[in-house]
């Protein structure tokens, strides 16, 4: 096996002759024609690609808002908090992960979006945060 620069690239494509020829992207592209998660979606239809950016979008800024909740309320019991506070952590890993793999795609406008979608929910609840500090009485 020869390991010489002048090598043709590995194609990642695969066809086993029941499904069609797939490409699997090795650096970030721009392009409507992008596999995210299922295999046909958002199927290189501009709409739907467009619904996926929107649908990473928000799922970013939903991941920051959960990192904020659930407030356990005072004289509740440490067992109910500490599972209430340990399953909105386990949905927001599931989230964080689900995010990573739509990143996975390589797609420039997924990335793109997803870190748009951080910063969003970031200033958001940070700003939230600071004004409510602002307005309580020390």
């Known amino acids: 096996m020869s390991h010489d620069k002048d090598d043709a690239p590995m194609s ?8 069609d020829t797939m490409v699997m992207h090795m650096t970030f592209f721009w392009s409507k024609e992008v596999v995210m998660l299922f295999n046909g ?7 739907m690609y467009i ?6 979008l928000f799922l970013a800024v939903f991941v920051e808002f959960l990192s904020i909740f659930p407030v356990v309320k005072p004289g509740s019991s440490p067992i109910v908090g500490g599972l209430i506070h340990a399953s909105f952590y386990g949905l927001r890993m599931a989230l964080v992960y689900l995010l990573m793999l ?3 795609s390589y797609n420039v406008g997924i990335f793109v979006f997803v870190v748009i979608g951080h910063i ?3 200033f958001v609840v940070k700003y939230r945060v600071i004004s409510k500090s602002r307005t309580d009485p020390v």
């Open 51 to 56: 619904s996926a950016l929107a649908f990473v």
């Open 120 to 122: 969003i929910g970031f």
């Open 41 to 47: 979606w958002p199927n290189g239809e501009l709409k």
């Open 12 to 19: 990642m494509s695969m066809n086993n002759g029941t499904m």
């Open 102 to 104: 739509c990143v996975m």
